[in-house]
C-alpha cells in the first residue's frame, strides 16, 4: 500500500515527520509526502471560523498519488453538527484528512506526564493511524487501547495506544 | 420486489440495524430505493438528506459500486440487489 501524505497550508516538518512515521510504524506501507497544497477555497465557514473538513478530504484525493491520500492540516476542522473533529474519512475509501489544530498539549483536557512535544508527536502518529484505519474499512473500535476508539477529546487520544487491537490488526494486516 | 440496504456508522445508530430490507416496484431505480427508504425511516432521512440531496458526502454503493449523484441515479434495480450508505466517519 502506498499512502501519499498531503500537507495543507503552512504545516511544519515535524508534524509531518511523525505522520510518515505513525504510518510506517503500523502498516506494511510506503509514504511519500505531497507538495503542500493551499486551503481548498469554499472551506472556511466564517460563520463558525473553522474549515470543512470534507473539503480537505476532496482536495486528497484530486492531487494525492498514493491508494490513500490523506490530508494533513493545522486548520480547525469540523464536520455537519460536531464541534471539532481531529480527522475525517471514508470507510473503505480513499481520501481523509486529520487536523493538529486541537492536538496541541494545551487544549481541551489531555493529561499525560511526558514532555508537550513528545504527546502532541504522539496524538498525530495516532489520528494519521485512524483516519488510514477508517480508510481500510475499520470502524470505531469499543477497545479504548485501541488506536481506532472514537476521541472526541484529546483525552481519549491520550488513552489510546499507537496501534491496533488484535480483533482490528486481524481485519486489514 | 426486495432490495436490502447496508447502513454504516451514524446510520446504523439511528436505524438500531446495519442491515434493512425495503420493498421496490420492479422498475424501481436507486433514487426510487432511497426514497422507499426514507419514506420508511423519516429518522434516517432527518439525518441523511438536506435539500433534497445525501448529505455531508454520505456515499450510496450498489453492488459494491459507489453511485454518482445517487438522488437522481436512474439505474434499475434487481430483486435481492445490496445497497448501502456509507457517512464520512468523523472524530478521530
Known sequence: MH???VPVGDLPAAVK???SAGLRSVFDCDVSVHDAQSVPPGAYDPDRDQYRAEEFIDLAKRVGVGEKNVAVTNKDLFYRRRN???GLAYLDGSGSVISTHRLQTSSDGGFSNKPASEV???RVRKEIVHEIGHTLGLEHCDNKRCVMSFSPTVREVDVKEQTLCGSCQRRVL | MDVH???FATLREIAGTGEL???V???ATVADAIDRLFEEYPRLEAH???DGALAGHIRAIHEGTTVEDPETADQQLSHDDELALVPPLSGG
Do not use: H, M
Open chain 1, 3 to 5: 499512502v501519499d501524505i
Open chain 2, 25 to 27: 416496484p420492479t422498475d
Open chain 1, 17 to 19: 515527520r511523525e505522520a
Open chain 1, 84 to 86: 471539532y473533529v481531529f
Open chain 2, 5 to 7: 440496504w447496508k447502513l
Open chain 1, 120 to 122: 502532541f508527536a504522539e
Open chain 2, 48 to 50: 441523511a438528506r438536506e
Open chain 2, 21 to 23: 430490507s425495503v420493498e
